[in-house]
């Protein structure tokens, strides 16, 4: 006899007795609640639920037995997340549990200051970054001048980071951006630059090969273009700038941070320079050639030690 089949949710889902049977325990339903929102970590669920490790541990595997979570490796640890898709008779439990369990709101609350935490801990990364300067040095590239530009920033926006590098200007964009569009020329740039986004666990920074002179976006896709000492490694800058207004929505801003111009010469084989930096005449000039208005150039860093690079700031509105 012909039997309608049953709905793909269904199907898909682990024995609803032996979901039953798992999600009755309240701690259990807790930890489904914090999953249900985000990726945490064994410890980050003990510092929440205030339980021993071996606890959350063998919750964790019963868990994982019924198919209701799942974890990844990230670094030396792992994150747990929830398993089931939207929709199915586990959302639904755990949408009534929300609101019976009178340890919810409190566990949320909890939540939320670990994950304050984790941001903390990203952050100081990128200070033991500029405790390494003179190991990864580049000229102009001090935390002076990026954070004069950071300071003229509206997030949350959809940013490309052009000339992106190893990618570490990107996952400081992050942690306020909707998304970031990190674009540059070497393979093995990208391929180390989403290894730093992978260990730090952030996932709103996508990865491009390309150009800056033809550039891998659709047009009117970004908020805001950021230059951050890459403008002098274009071969063409102002087609670089027309491409920036290209990709950008009408009312867009562009950002550039690049060197003043100088005379060090050997920045072309030290650092494969290849112009040797801007005056603001010439930025006013290639912004104003590529439709953008309301121009503002000034320099915002100089080095003590010679040759004494400064560092030039322009900021620019594409035309509505």
Do not use: C
């Not at 868990?63 to 974890?71: C, I, P, R």
């Not at 200051?113 to 941001?119: A, D, E, I, N, S």
């Not at 990864?136 to 992106?164: F, T």
């Amino acid at each position: 006899m012909y039997q309608n089949p049953a709905p793909p949710s269904i199907v898909n889902m682990p024995s609803i007795v032996k979901t039953l049977r798992v999600v009755a325990d309240p701690n259990r339903l807790r930890i489904l609640l914090l999953l249900r929102g985000e990726e945490l970590s064994v410890a980050e669920l003990q510092e929440i639920l205030v339980m021993g490790q071996s606890t959350i541990s063998t919750h964790l595997s019963q868990l994982k037995q019924a198919g209701l979570v799942e974890d990844r490796r990230t670094g030396k640890s792992s994150l747990y997340r929830l398993s089931p898709p939207n929709g199915t008779p586990v959302d639904q439990i755990l949408a009534r549990a929300k609101n019976e369990l009178p340890e919810s709101a409190p566990d949320q609350a909890a939540m939320r200051r670990v994950l304050r935490k984790r941001q903390d801990k990203m952050r100081s990364f990128f200070d033991s970054v500029a405790g390494r300067l003179g190991k990864d040095y580049v000229p102009g590239k001090s935390w002076k001048s990026m954070a004069e530009a950071l300071l003229r920033l509206m997030p949350p926006m959809i940013i490309a980071d052009l000339g992106a590098g190893e990618g570490a200007f990107s996952l400081l964009l992050a942690q306020r951006a909707k998304k970031v569009i990190a674009v540059d020329t070497s393979a093995k740039m990208i391929e180390v630059a989403r290894d730093q986004a992978l260990r730090h666990g952030v996932e709103n920074v996508e990865y491009r090969l390309g150009d800056m002179e033809e550039l891998p976006i659709d047009n009117a896709a970004v908020d805001l273009v950021f230059f951050s000492q890459s403008l002098h490694h274009a071969l063409h800058p102002e087609r670089a700038v027309e491409e920036a207004a290209r990709i950008l929505v009408p009312g867009g801003r562009i950002v550039i941070l690049d060197l003043m111009k100088h005379r060090f010469e050997e920045a072309r084989e030290l650092y494969a320079d290849e112009w040797l930096g801007f005056s603001e005449t010439e930025l006013e000039s290639m912004l104003e050639k590529a439709k953008f208005s309301e121009i503002q150039t000034s320099v915002v860093h100089k080095e003590p030690e010679t040759p004494q690079f400064q560092t030039l700031l322009a900021v620019a509105n594409k035309s509505a």
